[in-house]
């Protein structure tokens, strides 16, 4: 049976649209890397999805190596989206990393790039994708095969866009070179890794996605947690991804005296603009006309929240952007 949901989800959530093609997305999308089917169970992912969505958020990324064990992040989630409206969303998924032994199970080969969609549809129960990925680029496999495989996935049905995730500005551009020599499905859409503390795609990227007419969703907008309050205080908070999963060691090597005292210096700067500064780092991000979404982690509906309550300030000064600029220099 499906779920009822607010007849006011759309309301107020921005939906941008993906580079030049019909594809709209929500400003924040929610995605399910470590969290549901990892060290979030299933009560707190069907939460955050039925929170995210009657705030409009439609869009769920997922990929066939989420959660532990990999692949389930996909069940998981999957039992979660039959019970909502399917043609209201967009689901995604990736295939590129390292799901089952021997020469076949990664990578981006014709026959792990199918055989991985055909596994990712089974575990969540769709009959198709909205976005398929290339979740990372292959040194060792022509482009023209693994976004032959992608374009192979939209002449079946089993996905309606195709994408690429972490490919570098090059890799990017060959990558259209080669759909538009081969007549292939387009890159639609581009996941790279972007925050205030890794601003690499700004001129490595950007430039090129916009002129190809490619949408842009970048991940880990807030730096794995870093660029949020959790960390600034000095103890490790108990149910943070570093008290769970990654460790003291982990808080230790990324937080740098120097870095944490930037970080403060943004807080305060957060604070002044009435917002936390989770909220201002994805409203940094969205300022970019060039970024279609920013893919949001959650571990419980109050971050969900937090995070879609960042589209209420979106504006920034050019005093504050120097300003973000001498503390997180790209």
Not at 33 to 60: M, N, Q
Request: charged share 20%; aromatic share 10%; hydrophobic share 40%.
């Amino acid at each position: 049976m499906t779920a009822s949901f607010s007849p006011q989800r759309y309301d107020s959530m921005q939906y941008r649209r993906c580079g030049r093609t019909g594809l709209l997305l929500p400003a924040i999308s929610l995605g399910a890397w470590e969290t549901f089917g990892g060290y979030r169970d299933a009560e707190v992912a069907r939460a955050c999805l039925y929170r995210a969505f009657d705030l409009g958020i439609t869009h769920f990324d997922l990929a066939n190596n989420y959660g532990t064990p990999p692949g389930n992040a996909e069940i998981v989630c999957g039992h979660i989206i039959r019970d909502m409206p399917r043609d209201e969303l967009i689901i995604s998924s990736k295939a590129g990393y390292r799901m089952w032994p021997g020469p076949y199970g990664e990578w981006g080969s014709r026959k792990y790039i199918i055989a991985s969609c055909d596994q990712s549809l089974k575990r969540m129960g769709l009959e198709y994708f909205d976005i398929f990925y290339s979740h990372r680029p292959d040194p060792d496999t022509p482009l023209e095969e693994t976004l032959g495989a992608l374009d192979q996935l939209v002449k079946q049905g089993k996905a309606l866009y195709v994408g690429v995730s972490s490919y570098s500005g090059r890799q990017f551009r060959e990558a259209v070179k080669v759909t538009e020599s081969k007549n292939l499905a387009p890159v639609t859409i581009h996941q790279p890794y972007y925050n205030m503390l890794g601003r690499g795609i700004e001129q490595d990227l950007l430039p090129f996605t916009e002129a190809a007419g490619t949408g842009v969703i970048p991940f880990c907008p807030l730096a794995s947690g870093l660029l949020t309050s959790k960390y600034l205080g000095g103890d490790i908070p108990a149910e943070s991804r570093a008290a769970e999963k990654w460790g003291k060691e982990w808080v230790a090597n990324n937080l740098t005296p120097k870095k944490k005292e930037a970080l403060l210096q943004l807080n305060r700067m957060a604070e002044q603009r009435g917002q936390t500064l989770a909220q201002m780092a994805l409203a940094w991000i969205l300022r970019l006309p060039a970024v279609t979404s920013a893919l949001i982690g959650a571990s419980s509906v109050r971050q969900v929240e937090e995070n879609v309550a960042a589209l209420q300030n979106l504006e920034f000064g050019r005093e504050e952007l120097q300003q973000i600029d001498s503390l997180a220099p790209a």
